[in-house]
């Protein structure tokens, strides 16, 4: 093992003995300590006189720090929002673009960071680029191609969320420098579980739903804001994104100015009591981990798949164009139907997306789990 790795952490969270869960990239399991913060959170609301007007920002900046320590960035940059689809629709609301620019998307990517982008095109009058995917896995080529003068935005993901190839952010950033384009990251399957280097990437707003790779609870997340667009138009106009929304008693005197930087752009009921305290637990306990030691522990669980996958006859991808946490075990026609099926019912749990087997473990797993994914999976082949 890699010096920087970490044991197995299985016993932080409540994975019953027989269960092989190989699918983080589906949604990770709570921790226990998570799941105890969530459940006193939600018992405060039992004794509301116990609240005071503080209380609703308090946690909320906790989380904002602790999600500006794992990207590198200053708090001030961090908004709260509900979902990936949420801060990429705050995203595309900022996003300046001269009409009839292109925006480029990859093939197969995950609906909240299509659609979205299929709507401006068509507002105005721009064309939707889709990088076809590419035979050898080399993503980064095929984006870099597809950018001209006529681009207006990248919108992209570190990783492909249906196999884990990887796309080259520093490439792609150099690239858009010179046609002046703009860029918005779905980090949803990548922050937490591989090093995103925010300084040099420099997006305008990236954007990671919190309950894969951050280990968070479900309807919670997190978005980068670039200084630049700390003036922009939020999606919500809420009353805690105003200045001096702590003080209750004089919320009807509406006012113009909003919470500094990113807080303009939180979602309304952003101090959520229950999601907030789990959210922050899970994030401090990567920080605790260290995001280096997590995806050195990452990539060499991911090794032992990668070898098992290509003694089991897979073509596996490349170093350079596979992320470290996550394999994609891609079939050359349609995956078997039944198959993720007959695994679960033997506690073996990966996803399929399209093509590929998406096998994606955490550090609850050991090699064991691996050996006994791969002894399933070969029977059923
Ligand atoms: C790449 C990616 N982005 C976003 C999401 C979740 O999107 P939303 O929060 O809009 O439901 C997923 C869920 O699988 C995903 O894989």
Redesign the pocket.
């Known amino acids: 093992m890699h010096p920087e790795t970490l044991g197995c952490q299985r016993d932080l969270f409540d994975i019953p003995e027989n269960t092989v869960f190989l699918n983080c ?2 949604m990770s399991p709570l921790l226990r300590q998570s799941c105890t913060a969530g459940i006193e959170g939600l018992r405060r609301k039992s004794r509301p006189w116990e609240i005071t007007p503080p209380d609703f920002f308090a946690t909320a900046e906790s989380v904002r720090e602790s999600a500006g320590a794992l990207l590198q960035s200053s708090p001030d940059n961090i908004a709260l929002i ?5 801060g ?1 629709a705050a995203a595309a609301k900022n996003i300046r673009m001269r009409p009839g620019q292109d925006i480029i998307v990859l093939a197969e ?5 299509f659609y979205i982008w299929q709507s401006l095109a068509k507002e105005l009058k721009g064309n939707l680029i889709t990088v076809s995917r590419p035979t050898d896995g080399d993503w980064t080529s095929q984006i870099l191609n597809a950018i001209s003068e006529t681009t207006g935005l990248a919108a992209l ?1 570190h990783c492909h ?1 249906t196999d884990g190839s990887l796309i080259d952010l520093k490439k792609i950033r150099r690239a858009l420098d010179h046609t002046n384009a703009g860029l918005v990251l ?1 980090l ?2 990548s922050l937490g579980a591989m090093s995103f280097d925010l300084t040099t990437i420099q997006p305008d707003f990236a954007i990671a ?1 919190a ?2 790779w951050l280990l968070g609870p479900y309807s919670t ?1 997190i978005m980068y804001v670039h200084p630049k667009h700390h003036l922009g138009h939020p999606l919500e106009l809420n009353a805690f994104a105003r200045k001096d929304a702590v003080d209750f008693q004089n919320l009807v005197a509406y006012r113009d100015e909003y919470q500094p930087a990113a807080r303009r752009f939180d979602m309304g009921e952003m101090g959520n009591f229950a999601l907030l305290p789990a959210l922050l637990t899970s994030l401090n306990q990567l920080i605790a981990w260290e995001l280096p030691r997590v995806e050195n522990t990452l990539r060499e669980i991911n090794k032992a798949i990668c070898d098992h996958g290509r003694r089991t006859g897979f073509d596996i991808l490349p170093e350079p164009f596979r992320s470290p946490h996550f394999t994609g075990l891609r079939f050359k026609n349609d995956i078997p139907s039944g198959l993720i099926q007959n695994l679960a019912e033997q506690n073996i749990f990966v996803s399929a997306r399209g093509q590929s087997l998406r096998v994606t473990p955490h550090l609850y797993n050991d090699l064991d789990d691996v050996d006994r994914f791969f002894t399933a999976l070969s029977r059923l082949l």
């Open positions: 990239a589906y509900p979902s990936a689809s949420y990429l990517e995950y609906p909240s960071n993901p969320w779905d949803t399957q739903a309950y894969k997340g």
